[in-house]
């Protein structure tokens, strides 16, 4: 892979997103008051946690102090310099009550002739009109002593905005009493929240086995963080500014710090279900932790809130083909035949399947065989089938050899004018010693958690981007990584904090997989259930089902 190079040139133990990924021009990181206090000596003072690019001249200007003050209350820093997550102490002083976000109308303002205005920046969520209904000023007059010839703005724009006249005295003072009497209103809340995520205030980590140090670099992992780029590229042009920080989680070691958990939304990653327990053993509740790429990890959900499994279980998978089968079964002449592995029978599973083919009286017959007895046991399936209807079977198993046998004698009964129709587990794709032309004469209609339709404008869009981009194709970990910070990162930034309360009711079509997360009957977490369904076609064709 020709991009390798130069994506390691840029992983380390912790990096932010570089330039040219964001959405805007390199520029110190926001500095927001802390609410917390703490009493020294009989002294108040602030404690701040710093923040990659913070300075001491950023922090000094917020919390209106001295740097000589900073340094007074932490030696520390004068000898050995700001050290980022580290804790300082801010002294509170008197003039701290006049910092005012930069929300509320009066904090900037400018004197021109006889006319004072107050100097806005324009917002990524925000037009003229809700401009002019925040300060009370009509849009003509905003347009007029601005020289706009049209409503079309750009994030970051300053806009002056007159409060001279007497129609705007009153709404200014209005608002501010309003801003002040409300805190916790709804609208409050809701304008914070989308203020959150257009300054910057999605902090994201991606934890992956990289390997970047050994002799053989993990291209899996390398093709899903290619993918995430892509995603992050995208949403910062479409206005979001997300901070990534991007670890090596190999030889089972999470090199992320319990500080840069704590200060972070979201966590993607690691991959297998042990390094996940060992993330989240360290992380805190209010942090949430998407599982990617492990469906095994999804036992995590039972007792944690923040985890997020993205893998459709394979149970869930199971209970979706007895669930398909109900749905095609056409009269009570056809025949339903499940069929596993003797010796190997899932009995959770099967217990599944059962409930959901007897909840409206469908009649179905199990057979079981070990694979030595394969040979012979196309008489006894005969003996089970119906030669003038639809035989639907479905084959519980995920042992190649196994499955592949299967597909072999139910090709013969199919040549001998059965009609057959095989119900199979999602892996029964990536067998590779199973005929293709097999498949697509037993009519495989599979339930899976990722299928790329490669017709799909918006994946074909993805395909040349990332050829043009990375000078390779995209493999499925690409379109992995895509998917999931497309969507994840997307949420943080669009509903902020509140972002994980909108979890279950936000549904997508992603480009490998859907997502629908729910929270299952004990279980605390959310796992995914977005399902997508495919058939063999006996010309050859592979269709995706579309609900």
């Known amino acids: ?137 009509p849009v003509e007059a905003i347009m007029e002593v601005n020289g706009l010839t049209g409503n079309k703005l750009r994030k970051r724009q300053k806009l002056m905005i007159p409060v001279g006249g007497t129609w705007s005295v009153q709404a200014a003072a209005d608002t501010t009493a309003v801003q002040a009497a409300a805190e916790d209103s709804p609208v409050r809340k809701q304008e914070e929240t989308a203020i959150a995520a257009e300054s910057g205030k999605v902090n994201a980590v991606l934890v992956m086995p990289f390997d970047a140090h050994g002799l053989k670099p993990r291209t899996g992992s390398i093709d899903f963080y290619s993918g995430t780029l892509m995603a992050v590229k995208e949403l910062g042009d479409r206005g979001a500014d997300i901070d990534l920080n991007v670890y090596d989680a190999s030889g089972g070691v999470i090199p992320v710090t319990e500080e840069r958990l704590g200060l972070s939304d979201i966590v993607i990653g690691p991959v297998s279900a042990g390094d996940l327990a060992k993330t989240l053993d360290k992380c805190p509740d209010h942090t949430f932790i998407v599982s990617p790429l492990d469906h095994r990890a999804e036992y995590l959900a039972s007792e944690h809130a923040n985890f997020i499994q993205v893998p459709t279980p394979s149970l869930l998978l199971y209970e979706d083909l007895a669930e398909w089968i109900r749905e095609d079964r056409q009269s009570e002449d056809e025949k339903v035949i499940v069929i596993y592995e003797k010796g190997a029978r899932n009995i959770e599973t099967m217990g599944v399947m059962s409930t959901i083919l007897e909840k409206d009286g469908i009649p179905f017959s199990t057979f ?48 001998s004018e059965y009609d057959v129709v095989l119900y199979g587990p999602s892996k029964i794709r990536s067998f590779e010693t199973i005929e293709v032309d097999n498949l697509h004469n037993t009519r495989l209609h599979t339930s899976i958690a990722y299928y790329v339709d490669y017709d799909d404008p918006a994946v074909m869009d993805f395909v040349r981007k990332y050829r043009a981009l990375y000078n390779t194709e995209p493999t499925p970990y690409a379109f992995q990584g895509y998917d999931i910070a497309s969507y994840f990162l997307g949420m943080v930034s669009e509903y902020g904090k509140d972002w ?48």
């Open 368 to 415: 079981s065989y070990s694979i030595l007895e394969g040979r012979d046991v196309q008489e006894p399936l005969m003996q089970m089938m119906n030669q003038n209807a639809a035989n639907r079977v479905l084959v519980m198993s995920e042992s190649e050899a196994f499955v592949n046998d299967v597909v072999r004698n139910l090709n013969l009964l199919i040549h």
């Open 1 to 137: 892979m020709k991009h390798l190079s130069s994506i390691f040139a840029v992983i380390m133990l912790s990096f932010a997103v570089p330039a040219w990924l964001n959405a805007q021009e390199y520029a110190p990181v926001p500095v927001t008051i802390s609410k917390e206090k703490v009493k020294v000596d009989g002294k108040v003072y602030y404690s701040h946690i710093v923040l990659e690019r913070q300075t001491l001249y950023s922090i000094s200007k917020a919390y209106n102090v001295t740097i000589d003050q900073i340094y007074e209350a932490n030696p520390a820093v004068k000898a050995e310099g700001l050290k980022k997550n580290a804790i300082i102490l801010i002294p509170e002083t008197v003039q701290d009550s006049r910092n005012i976000p930069e929300r509320q109308p009066k904090q900037k303002q400018k004197k021109t002739g006889s006319d004072e205005y107050i100097i806005h920046t324009v917002k990524w969520y925000e037009n003229l009109e809700a401009i002019s209904e925040k300060y009370g000023v």
């Open 500 to 547: 994980t309360a909108r979890l279950e009711t936000n549904e997508k079509e992603m480009l490998q997989a859907d997502f629908r997360f729910i929270k299952e009957e004990g279980k605390k977490g959310c796992v995914n259930s977005g399902i997508r369904r495919i058939v063999y076609g006996p010309d050859y064709s592979i269709t995706l089902l579309k609900d």
